[in-house]
């Protein structure tokens, strides 16, 4: 089936420590997103990105990274210089055109030890 | 800028009853992208509907109905014979103008709906 993996499901973090969510797709979209859910909140864009090797600052990108060497994977990483990392984070991808609706994986949730 | 904005923080209904889900957005765009996603406890993100701001009919699909005002700005969700399995967070979305091709959305910061047997 088609649809987009994102793991762990769960992370824990130590302070002072990055750590990488991996998201992949394969269904051929070309554009991926990653936002951040606190709770009582909605949706906040951290980082996005509209092709390979190419991606933009959200809402909210200070503290955190991102690489697209590959069009299926879009890994967000949790540097420490993200303060309050403790979060829900939900990976989405858009195919060309967008035709249909932003596709959204199951999300990471993400604590601090 | 864009804005979403969900008054209703959480809404609870009896079983059966009728619910209405309001969404108010702000944009100084003609062209854009209305949503509305449902996320249950498990936590994905379930795409319920979207409408772009040409088209200003209602929609009805199930138990499931849309009502889109363009002149006051509302997007509203209402779900008629509620059921227990429709208790979720319900989030509206505006993305951005068309031209701009980046799809980005703005989220509000949703309604948590919670239907009581």
């Known amino acids: 089936d088609g649809g987009i993996t994102q793991s762990p499901k769960y992370l824990f973090r130590k302070e002072g420590q990055n750590v990488t969510l991996s998201c992949e797709q394969n269904?051929?979209?070309?554009?991926m997103y990653w936002y951040r859910q606190d709770p009582g909140q909605g949706l906040r864009l951290i980082y996005y990105s509209q092709i390979v090797n190419d991606f933009q600052k959200g809402d909210i990108a200070e503290g955190y990274s991102v690489s697209r060497e590959k069009k299926e994977s879009f890994p967000l990483t949790v540097t420490s210089a993200q303060k309050n990392p403790t979060a829900f984070y939900l990976c989405?991808?858009?195919?060309?055109?967008?035709?249909?609706?932003?596709?959204f994986g199951d999300g990471t949730r993400l604590s601090i030890l | 800028a864009q804005k979403v904005t969900q008054a209703q923080t959480e809404i609870s209904v009896v079983e059966k009853e009728d619910v209405t889900l309001d969404c108010v957005y702000e944009t100084r765009d003609t062209t854009y992208y209305l949503f509305w996603y449902k996320q249950p406890p498990s936590g994905e993100l379930v795409f319920l509907i979207r409408r772009n701001s040409f088209d200003e009919q209602n929609e009805i699909s199930g138990r499931y109905s849309w009502n889109f005002q363009k002149s006051t700005s509302s997007f509203n969700f209402t779900i008629t014979a509620s059921q227990v399995v429709d208790s979720a967070v319900y989030f509206c979305?505006?993305?951005?103008?068309?031209?701009?091709?980046?799809?980005?959305?703005?989220f509000g910061k949703g309604t948590k709906l919670s239907v009581i047997p």
């Open positions: 989405a991808s858009l195919g060309q055109g967008a035709t249909q609706p932003q596709h």
């Open positions: 979305a505006l993305s951005d103008p068309l031209w701009a091709g980046s799809y980005q959305l703005t």
């Open positions: 269904l051929n979209h070309d554009a």
